[in-house]
């Protein structure tokens, strides 16, 4: 320990230390109970959102398919893949919201 306060040369003591973190804007930031309040949203509205995301995975698919019939089952599954990822963040991002309102 002593090597390691004595390196700045500040006496081997240490009086104060200030860390700043920046995050990008992109990032949802929240505090340790609003994370919990989150994690406790997600496991109650589990069942409805895999039901939900279900339905719109395939509504975008339909649409897909109305768009263009001969598509393959490649083409199929990127667009399933796409519609989940899109209906996951923005039931994310809906959730975060409703966390972050609640006080």
């Known amino acids: 320990m002593k090597f390691w306060f004595g390196l ?57 398919m109305v768009k263009n019939p001969t598509m393959s089952q490649a083409q199929l599954a990127q667009v399933q893949k796409a519609a989940a990822a899109q209906y996951q963040a923005n039931a994310i991002q809906s959730m975060i919201k409703t966390v972050k309102a609640s006080k």
């Open 8 to 64: 700045a040369n500040n006496d081997k003591q240490l009086i104060k230390r200030t860390n700043y973190f920046y995050v990008k804007k992109s990032w949802a930031v929240l505090s340790t109970t609003q994370a919990k309040q989150f994690s406790k949203l997600m496991k109650q509205q589990q069942a409805t959102l895999k039901a939900r995301a279900t339905v719109y995975v395939q509504n975008q698919v339909k649409a897909a």
